[in-house]
């Protein structure tokens, strides 16, 4: 896994404004089995799309698509940030950069 990926991937789990068990609770899911699943170094265990995207709703935390996005060469925008809006949205808009 990507060093900088899994850093964010941990940093939304460990570090957002929901505690971690909640967390795993929220998206049911062990907290043992998520905490495995954003272990870097354990190469039996990994994330999936799916729970990803549950982390980020819960979390209201898009830093792992926009890292994605970044790596792709897209910028990541929220549908309602668009309108003028400033809260968290799960649709976004996508333009590809000129990079």
């Given at each position: 896994?990507?060093s900088?990926?899994a850093?964010?991937?941990?940093?939304?789990?460990?570090?957002?404004?929901?505690?971690?068990?909640?967390?795993?609770?929220?998206?049911?899911?062990?907290?043992?089995?998520?905490?495995?699943?954003?272990?870097?170094y354990?190469?039996?265990?990994?994330?999936?799309?799916?729970?990803l995207?549950?982390?980020?709703?819960?979390?209201?935390?898009?830093?792992?698509?926009?890292?994605?996005?970044?790596?792709?060469?897209?910028?990541?925008?929220?549908?309602?940030?668009?309108?003028?809006?400033?809260?968290?949205?799960?649709?976004a808009?996508?333009s590809?950069?000129?990079?």
């Amino acid at each position: 896994m990507n060093s900088q990926l899994a850093k964010i991937l941990r940093e939304l789990v460990l570090e957002n404004r929901i505690p971690a068990k909640a967390l795993a609770k929220e998206i049911d899911k062990p907290y043992s089995t998520l905490l495995r699943e954003i272990n870097p170094y354990d190469s039996g265990a990994k994330l999936g799309v799916e729970t990803l995207l549950q982390l980020m709703k819960c979390a209201e935390n898009v830093a792992p698509l926009e890292y994605m996005a970044e790596q792709m060469g897209y910028e990541l925008m929220p549908k309602e940030k668009s309108r003028g809006k400033e809260s968290f949205a799960p649709g976004a808009t996508y333009s590809r950069s000129t990079m």
